[in-house]
C-alpha cells in the first residue's frame, strides 16, 4: 500500500475460523489499556441470524462502546457464506458507501481502530472485489491471523504472498491454537511455520476454553506498535 495510516489493524486470517473475533479483541483490549479511545468494526458479517452480528457484538462489548451496531457492522446478511455469495441470496449487492460512512463514524474521537474482516484476503465481496480491496480502501495494515494445526504452513504462505502481490502492508502474524491441543507432528508443523515467519510472528494465542479471552501478554505489542510507528515514520 502505498500511503497506509497507521490509526488502525484490518484483522485478516488465512480462513473463516481462525480464531480473527479473538484476536481483534485482545488488540482492542490492549490498545484500550494504553489509554486509547479505541473503536471497532466488522464491517461485513454473514450468517446473521436472530441473535444479531455475533462478531460485531462480540468486538463492542471489548471496546467498550455504545456504537449501534449497523455502524459496527453496517453489512449484514443472514446466509454464511461469502459476502458476495450472502449479499446475492438477498437480491442485494454489498455498499460500499455504507461501509465508508460507517468507517467515519468509529473513527470519529476515537485514536485507533481494529477492523475484522471476513473470511480471507480473496473471499469476494462484490464481482471483482475482494475483501484484500476493502482493506486497502480503508488504508490499514494487515494482522493476519493463522492456525496453530496442520495445513497452516501452505495458507498462512498464500495469505503473505496475497498481500504482497496487492501491495498491502502487513504487520505481522499472529497464530491461535483454535484447533485446542497438538499433536507432535503439528507441533513440529507449528516448528515450521515459525522459522518462515521470524519476526513476523507477533503472538500466538494458546488454547483457550469456551468463552474465555486471550492471555494479555499473548500478542507482542511492543512489537506490534514498533511496526505501525515505523509505517508512520515511512509516510
Ligand atoms: N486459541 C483458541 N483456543 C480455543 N478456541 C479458540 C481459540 N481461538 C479461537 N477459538 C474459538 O474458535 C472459534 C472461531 O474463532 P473466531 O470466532 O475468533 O474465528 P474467526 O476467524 O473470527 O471466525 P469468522 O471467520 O467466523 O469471523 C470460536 O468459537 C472461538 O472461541
Ligand atoms: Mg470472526
Known amino acids: ?32 489499556k494504553t489509554g486509547m479511545k479505541v473503536g471497532a468494526m466488522k464491517p461485513i458479517e454473514t450468517g446473521v441470524g436472530e441473535a444479531g452480528p455475533l462478531d460485531a457484538i462480540a468486538m463492542r462489548e471489548a471496546a467498550g462502546i455504545e456504537d449501534p451496531l449497523e455502524t459496527i457492522c453496517p453489512q449484514q446478511f443472514a446466509l454464511p457464506a461469502a459476502p458476495n455469495v450472502a449479499a446475492r441470496a438477498e437480491n442485494r449487492e454489498v455498499d460500499l458507501d455504507s461501509i465508508d460512512a460507517a468507517y467515519e463514524r468509529v473513527t470519529t474521537g476515537r485514536d485507533f481502530v481494529i477492523v475484522e474482516g471476513a ?33 497452516t504452513i501452505n495458507h498462512t504462505s498464500l495469505t503473505l504472498d496475497v498481500a504482497a502481490s496487492k ?58 506498535t514498533q511496526r505501525l510507528d515505523a509505517l508512520k515514520d515511512s509516510i
Open 1 to 32: 500500500m502505498a500511503d497506509p495510516h497507521a490509526a488502525g489493524i484490518f484483522v485478516t486470517g488465512t480462513d473463516t475460523g481462525v480464531g480473527k473475533t479473538v484476536v481483534s479483541r485482545a488488540l482492542i483490549a490492549a490498545f484500550r
Open 119 to 151: 473470511g480471507g484476503l480473496l473471499v469476494p465481496i462484490r464481482d471483482e472485489m475482494t475483501m484484500a480491496e476493502l482493506g486497502r480502501r480503508l488504508g490499514l495494515p494487515l494482522l493476519i491471523v493463522a492456525r496453530a494445526g496442520l495445513g
Open 167 to 224: 501491495n498491502l502492508t502487513v504487520l505481522g502474524v499472529v497464530i491461535s491454537h483454535v484447533e485446542g491441543a497438538l499433536t507432535d507432528a503439528d507441533t513440529s508443523n507449528l516448528l515450521g511455520l515459525k522459522e518462515i515467519l521470524g519476526d513476523r510472528l507477533l503472538g500466538e494465542i494458546p488454547p483457550l476454553a469456551p468463552g474465555e479471552s486471550a492471555p494479555a501478554d499473548a500478542i507482542n505489542f511492543d512489537a506490534l
